[in-house]
């Protein structure tokens, strides 16, 4: 019965419904509608006994599954940090699919393994590293950043004379944890599952961009993992990496760079002032899925201490013979892994370094364009637009919040929220290729819109 899978006609039918999905991206109300929503339910079901048609499910998929998708894809979606996807990465992902591969070792899958070795290559020469730094492909910044700290907890501990695999925390010499008050949520976490403790973190003030206040950071010695980011995720600012970075290297710390979607700045010739000095860094985690716009789970971790990343993260690996070629399960915490260097590749080859630049510049001038309309529509801008992060408000939070709920109910473009220096924000996000001009200008009459009818609603009350 199984040999099903291998009908064609499913894959075409599975292309047909795509290729329509596709077509209609630009029309489709950004966030779905409640009857899509109550859609939903259609899924509710217990456990079929028996072997079912695989052009229903498909179909079924489709008719109660499409319409309930956020379009990330149309060029109108702002809400966090997420990008939109370029096709030919979206084309080679699906390919990868077909071929199933597993990216763990090199005699699973020499492709696999070869693609890793490109893009870890190309990543350095994107960013002038040195050959030294490798690259770990994980499913995205939330695991990018805990490789890139558990790296930084097995090089500061073992220069400490300990030996974290084996000897554990108890009894341990204390390595010390510090960063900015606006770290994001995933560096916490990483944080606390590396058994730190939140409470143990050292908090250095920030600015009201959210940037580390150079001047506050503590003495640093050889016992200390210091977190930076590259790109706030509501302001989109950077922490200053050369002052910071100079003062950890003379310390012999370890600094960690979050540059989910930021670090791609450093990849723009107009933009790359922003990352400068990022090469003090030892590691640093950041996504295809954002600002590349690969799809989805697309994570990197790149470390300049090969042994301090594979020992982290392979405590006891040493069951399995490493070839001579690249294993990528050494460079990530999973072993068997989908082979998500296939659509980046795709994405590299396809941009190279001048697509790139140009996609990265792009986002950066359709948050100004934004930005300076919203002004113009008498929206309060709150941070300085230096990458593709708009924070903007009304007169009062009441206002700000009403406003954002209208627009994200009318389908026309989606925006979240956030708290900045204690004010209710509206946040934006130019995060996709796929965003356009027009876009940007039906989105900020959208926001007109909305907060007129969020003002007629406050004086009607
Ligand atoms: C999105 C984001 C993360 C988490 O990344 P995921 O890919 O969602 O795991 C971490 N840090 C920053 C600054 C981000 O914007």
């Known amino acids: ?15 047909e419904y795509a290729y329509d999905y596709l077509d209609n991206a630009l029309d489709r109300n950004v966030f779905p509608g409640a009857e899509a929503i109550e859609g939903l339910r259609r899924f509710e079901e217990p456990l079929p006994d028996s072997v079912g048609n695989p052009k229903e499910i498909l179909a079924l998929l489709n008719r109660f599954g499409a319409d309930a998708t956020v379009s990330q894809i149309g060029g109108r979606y702002f809400g966090f940090v997420n990008g939109g996807v370029i096709p030919v990465s979206l084309a080679a992902r699906w390919l990868a699919d077909a071929w199933d591969q597993n990216s763990a070792l090199y005699v699973i899958s020499p492709l696999a393994s070869k693609l890793e070795e490109v893009c870890e290559s190309w990543l350095r020469e994107l960013y002038g590293l040195p050959d030294k730094v490798v690259a770990g492909f994980v499913s995205g910044s939330s695991l990018a950043i805990f490789c890139g700290i558990a790296a930084g907890r097995y090089r500061i501990f073992q220069n400490l004379g300990w030996d974290i695999n084996r000897q554990g925390f108890y009894g341990a010499p204390k390595v010390r944890i510090v960063t900015g008050r606006q770290a994001h949520g995933t560096v916490v976490k990483a944080i606390a599952l590396l058994g730190f403790g939140i409470e143990n973190i050292e908090w250095i003030d920030t600015d009201d961009q959210g940037r580390i206040i150079p001047a506050k950071l503590p003495e640093l010695d050889q016992s200390t993992i210091v977190v930076l980011q590259a790109g706030n995720v509501s302001s989109g600012a950077f922490d200053d990496f050369e002052r910071i970075g100079t003062k950890a290297r003379n310390a012999n710390a370890w600094v960690h760079i979050d540059g989910a979607f930021g670090l791609w700045a450093g990849a723009s010739e107009k933009l790359k002032h922003l990352t400068r000095g990022m090469e003090r860094a030892n590691s640093f985690s950041l996504d295809g899925h954002k600002t590349l716009n690969t799809p989805y789970d697309n994570g990197i971790v790149l470390c300049d201490d090969k042994e301090a990343l594979t020992h982290a993260l392979h405590a006891s690996g040493s069951y399995i013979v490493r070839s001579e070629n690249r294993d990528g399960m050494f460079y990530t915490p999973e072993m068997s892994r989908r082979a998500r260097s296939v659509e980046l590749w795709a994405a590299m080859k396809y941009l190279g370094r001048e697509g790139i630049d140009e996609l990265v510049y792009g986002l950066h001038q359709g948050a100004l364009r934004i930005s300076e309309k919203l002004k113009t529509e008498g929206f309060a801008l709150l941070n300085e637009v230096v990458f593709n992060q708009v924070l903007v408000k009304c007169h009062s939070d009441e206002v700000t919040n ?10 026309e473009c989606w925006v979240g929220g956030a708290t900045w220096n204690d004010m209710a924000a509206i946040r934006i996000s130019v995060c996709s290729w796929a965003t356009t001009k027009s876009d940007i200008d039906r989105a900020v009459e959208a926001f007109v819109t909305a907060r007129d009818k969020a003002l007629d609603t406050q004086s009607n009350r």
Do not use: C, W, Y
């Open 1 to 15: 019965m199984f040999l099903e899978m291998r009908d064609k006609d499913l894959l075409e039918q599975a292309k």
């Open 402 to 411: 009403q406003t954002m709920k209208n627009i994200q109910g009318s389908g």
